[in-house]
Every structure is written in structure tokens, then in C-alpha cells.
């Protein structure tokens, strides 16, 4: 139980397009979904945090007009990165985070596999 | 504030060599969760352990053990007798019950951990 998809896995775009990232949990319900970027060799870094039928909460340095989050439904969030460039080439994951639960659970994170973003 | 410091950024080790992965962070909540997560290089992040502020037994699972320290701020992770499978990169993180970060997983840089044979 408590799986995540992303799709695509991985993408190559021309600089200036917009790419769309998918994050889906299969088997289960996620009020929250976390986006994190990883460029190689680094750590995991929060991107935003988004929240079912509200505004996603973006962390500082993280533009919003250019990382577009949607989270319509309790297992679909997607991530869109706007008028791409090479800088934004990095591993983008998600995770998710189960509904209605209390305790060390609440806290449990679920994560995609990840999608391998390159831009020419 | 809330942060996690593996210091260790590359171990190599030869197979069957038993390996510790030192973790050590800072909160100051009283209620909070560790977690270590295994990156292999196909990027997919394996959940490995995570255990509660409340929770000082060491564990262990086949070849891993946690000691989990709450005196020294640690949760160090030993791999006995290493294999190749294991070379990964491996993640401490923190997650604050009513701390500033709201439940989010805070991530420490990582120990590329190469097992040769």
C-alpha cells in the first residue's frame, strides 16, 4: 500500500517550454502532497508544500509564478515548470501524505519514484 | 531551528566490512520523528526507518541497526556486513510535531555510501 507515481519519469524540453509534472497517489487518499527538487549530488530540497483545493505554500527562493502547483483532487497534485530553462534541470519528487491519520503515521511521508527533468 | 548534519558526505568500504552512518540534528521540540531513507542511483528514495522522540531502543532489521542517542542529538545508522547492493546514497531527515517546519521532512545532505567488492 501507499504508492506513488509520477509521470512523466523523465522529460526533455527545449528552453522556453513549459513542462508538466504529474504526482499521483494510486492507493490512497493525500490532503498534502510535498514537490522536492534534487540537483546532483545535493540533498532534497522542499519546493512547496500543496494542500488539496487550496493555494500551495512555497518555501522562500522558490518562485511561484514559475512553479505552478495544482492540487485539484486527494490524488492528483502536478507540477508545472514554466518557460523552462537549463537551470531548471534538476530530479523533481514528490510525496505524499496520508488523510486522517494521528500519530507517528501523520508524519510518514509516501514518494514517487521521481521525474529526471532536462532542458536544452 | 530545526536542521540535520551528516557529516560524512563519502564512505568506501570493501564488502563485508560493517559501515556507521553518523546523523545528528537539532530541534527544539520535545516530539519528533527521524527518518532514514536509502537513494540508490535509479533516484526512487526507499524508506528504511522512522522512529519517535519517545522511542530510545536501538533497532534492528536483518543487517541494519539504528542507536538512536537522545543525549548526543544522534541517530546513527550501521550497515553489518556490507554488500555492493547497498551503495546508495542514504538520508537522515526530521520531521517536528509542532515545530516552525509544520510536519515537513527536513533532509540532511546525505553519505554516499560505495561498497566495492
Known amino acids: 500500500g501507499a504508492v506513488v507515481s509520477q509521470h512523466p519519469s523523465r522529460v526533455i524540453c527545449k528552453s522556453g517550454t513549459s513542462v508538466k509534472i504529474e504526482c499521483r497517489s494510486l492507493d490512497f487518499q493525500a490532503t498534502t502532497m510535498f514537490w522536492y527538487r534534487q540537483f546532483p549530488k545535493q540533498s532534497l530540497m522542499l519546493m512547496a508544500t500543496?494542500?488539496?483545493?487550496?493555494?500551495?505554500?512555497?518555501e522562500q527562493g522558490v518562485e511561484k509564478d514559475k512553479f505552478l502547483i495544482n492540487h485539484a483532487s486527494l490524488t492528483l497534485s502536478t507540477l508545472t515548470v514554466t518557460s523552462a530553462h537549463p537551470e531548471d534541470s534538476s530530479f523533481y519528487i514528490c510525496?505524499?501524505?496520508?488523510?486522517?491519520?494521528?500519530?507517528?503515521?501523520?508524519?510518514?511521508?509516501?514518494f514517487g519514484p521521481g521525474t529526471r527533468l532536462t532542458v536544452t | 531551528a530545526q536542521k540535520v548534519t551528516q557529516a560524512q558526505t563519502e564512505i568506501s568500504v570493501v564488502e563485508k566490512e560493517d559501515v556507521t552512518l553518523d546523523c545528528v540534528y537539532e530541534t527544539r521540540d520535545t516530539t519528533y520523528y527521524l527518518f532514514w531513507y536509502k537513494q540508490p542511483p535509479s533516484g526512487e528514495l526507499v524508506f528504511l526507518i522512522r522512529?519517535?522522540?519517545?522511542?530510545?531502543q536501538n533497532e534492528i532489521s536483518g543487517r541494519y541497526s539504528w542507536n538512536f542517542q537522545k543525549s548526543t542529538s544522534s541517530f546513527n545508522f550501521t550497515i553489518t556486513a556490507s554488500q555492493v547492493v547497498d551503495s546508495a546514497v542514504y538520508f537522515c531527515?526530521?520531521?517536528?510535531?509542532?515545530?516552525?517546519?509544520?510536519?515537513?521532512?527536513?533532509f540532511g545532505k546525505g553519505t554516499k555510501l560505495s561498497v566495492k567488492p
Open positions: 510525496s505524499a501524505r496520508l488523510v486522517g491519520l494521528a500519530g507517528p503515521l501523520a508524519y510518514e511521508q509516501y
Open positions: 500543496s494542500n488539496e483545493g487550496s493555494k500551495a505554500t512555497y
Open positions: 522512529r519517535n522522540s519517545f522511542d530510545e
Open positions: 531527515a526530521l520531521s517536528e510535531a509542532f515545530g516552525g517546519s509544520q510536519g515537513n521532512l527536513i
